[in-house]
């Protein structure tokens, strides 16, 4: 099998298992519990905090554990609302192609009255600071915008937004679950207020997450409780899961250079090999994007079906995120760089990971050339453009 969906999910480093596993055997412990066993616990909790904060420049009291990215995108949120509301701000910026942990969170916010502006992405699915720049009002309470887009790839500009909100004095919220652990993240120089990032996207384990809040941002509680995490998120701490996070981040951080320049080059291999086969096009920037991230559209192809078979030939992908599938709507982030329903439709996301090699790419691509070629053979849909009774969207 050749898993190609690191998008979606990854697997977990050994570092990160080997990490848990004296939480799970031996100090049990309840943090909150007074004795020494459950202080025990305690510490290490604290201990991966710091190291945690490390990796994005922060300090430890700005960490707060949530149980992933969708949560933390969610407090996240719902604290820049609140503390809009209380100053009279009721309006949101953001983008047409968030995760939809953001733009359901937004949608809700809608219901109660608040405003939001979704900026139009580039066809390449980039915002500039000057778009945010001028959507940013005097009521505006919060700009979220996400670090990395988890279909395409893109890489926004995100120390620039950073600067512009700082200089409006509205909060900076970015979604860095595709960037944490891929990319460089310093909150301090990028300008950051919260931050989401997900254990699970960088070979940690799933069901764990952090929302980093700046100093002097106090967070609005979505799950009430006990006292844990300052009060700001009740539940017993995961401790497991949580020093899986720690090992899982200071090892994705510590090889991060190496990691980039490899998978960039089996991206370009891929992005390449997928460039032959025509009537297809790559989405998203072709320099701003994450390491392992390749989106194409092929012209005359139903997403499903090409998923279908490239199973078969043992290769796991994606038509988008894994949120989408199993809806039929064509994907919201490729409507929002202008592709086409139709196009949309037959979407292909590889999201590459480190332990792949130039045979499996290479054999992704014989895969997918061979079942483009199989399924357009089969369709009604690619006779008509071949015929010209529909005229093709994409060059030859
Ligand atoms: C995966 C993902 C999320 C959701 O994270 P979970 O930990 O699965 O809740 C949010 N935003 C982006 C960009 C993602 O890729």
Not at 61 to 89: C, P, W
Not at 218 to 229: K, P, R, Y
Not at 270 to 290: A, F, K, M
Not at 323 to 334: A, F, I, Q, Y
Request: glycine share 8%; charged share 20%.
């Amino acid at each position: 099998m050749i898993y190609a969906d690191n998008a979606a999910t990854t697997k977990m480093s050994r570092a990160a298992i080997n990490a848990m596993l004296p939480y799970m055997e031996q100090y049990y412990g309840n943090p909150s519990s007074l004795y020494a066993f459950g202080q025990q616990a305690r510490e290490a909790l604290e201990n991966a905090r710091s190291r945690i904060a490390a990796c994005l420049h922060a300090d430890p009291r700005e960490i707060t554990f949530t149980s992933g990215g969708s949560e933390a995108d969610n407090q996240a949120i719902m604290t820049a609302a609140a503390l809009g509301a209380r100053r009279g701000k009721r309006h949101i910026v953001s983008t047409a192609f968030e995760h939809h942990a953001v733009l359901h969170t937004l949608e809700k916010l809608k219901k109660q009255g608040y405003e939001v502006t979704l900026l139009d992405v580039h066809s390449t699915g980039l915002v500039t600071p000057e778009q945010v720049t001028e959507a940013i009002r005097e009521d505006t309470c919060l700009v979220t915008i996400m670090y990395a887009n988890n279909e395409i790839g893109t890489i926004q500009p995100v120390a620039e937004i950073g600067a512009v909100c700082r200089e409006k004095g509205v909060l900076f919220h970015t979604d860095a679950v595709q960037a944490a652990g891929h990319l460089p993240i310093d909150v301090k120089a990028q300008n950051i207020d919260l931050l989401s990032l997900s254990a699970h996207k960088f070979h940690g384990p799933k069901g764990i997450g952090v929302l980093y809040a700046k100093r002097g941002v106090a967070l609005e509680t979505i799950i009430s409780g006990g006292a844990q995490e300052r009060g700001k998120r009740a539940g017993t701490e995961n401790i497991p899961a949580v020093m899986g996070m720690a090992a899982a981040l200071e090892e994705a951080c510590a090889n991060m250079d190496e990691h980039r320049a490899r998978l960039t080059g089996l991206r370009e291999r891929l992005i390449h090999g997928l460039e032959q086969i025509p009537y297809g096009e790559l989405n998203g920037d072709r320099e701003r994007r994450l390491p392992g991230n390749v989106n194409f559209c092929f012209e005359g192809i139903e997403g499903e079906s090409l998923l279908l078979l490239l199973d078969e030939r043992g290769i796991c992908a994606s038509s988008g995120s894994a949120c989408t599938s199993g809806s039929l709507d064509p994907s919201h982030v490729l409507l929002a760089i202008g592709r086409p329903h139709e196009v949309a439709h037959g979407s292909l996301r590889l999201s590459l990971g480190e332990e792949m090699t130039e045979a499996d790419v290479d054999e992704i691509i014989q895969a997918v050339t061979d079942v483009v070629t199989r399924l357009r053979n089969m369709s009604p849909f690619w006779r008509d453009l071949v015929n010209g009774k529909r005229p093709h969207v994409f060059a030859e």
